[in-house]
Nanobody
Framework: QVQLVESGGTLVQPGDSLRLSCASS????????IGWFRQAPGKEREEMAC????????YYPDSVKGRFTISRDNAKNTVYLQMNSLKPEDTAVYYC?????WGQGTQVTVSS
């Protein structure tokens, strides 16, 4: 079973960059497609990025395309979400997801 642990969330200023990590303590993450989601207060959880198990292809919604990058380090069994040019509307709890399993989330706050 995949057990996911996110880290890296913190308070940053608009325009800053931040890298989130999603580590697995169970099965290798390269066996699965991995997604990053976020949920802001009062809003539904939405998908921010996805990296395919099969060919490493990626997906981003228009709201973050060009600013966010998902990548995986199979040797470290970790998937990353690099976030650049952060905006206040990026404030949310960020979760990674794979094969029916969610992590506990990490809080990202973008504020001056």
């Amino acid at each position: 079973q995949v057990q996911l642990v996110e880290s890296g969330g913190t308070l940053v200023q608009p325009g800053d960059s931040l890298r989130l990590s999603c580590a697995s303590s169970g099965e290798p993450l390269d066996d699965y497609t991995i997604g990053w989601f976020r949920q802001a207060p009062g809003k539904e959880r939405e998908e921010m990025a996805c990296i395919s198990q099969t060919d490493g292809s990626t997906y981003y919604p228009d709201s973050v395309k060009g600013r966010f990058t998902i990548s995986r380090d199979n040797a470290k069994n970790t998937v990353y979400l690099q976030m650049n040019s952060l905006k206040p509307e990026d404030t949310a709890v960020y979760y990674c997801y794979s094969n029916g399993n969610w992590g506990q989330g990490t809080q990202v706050t973008v504020s001056s």
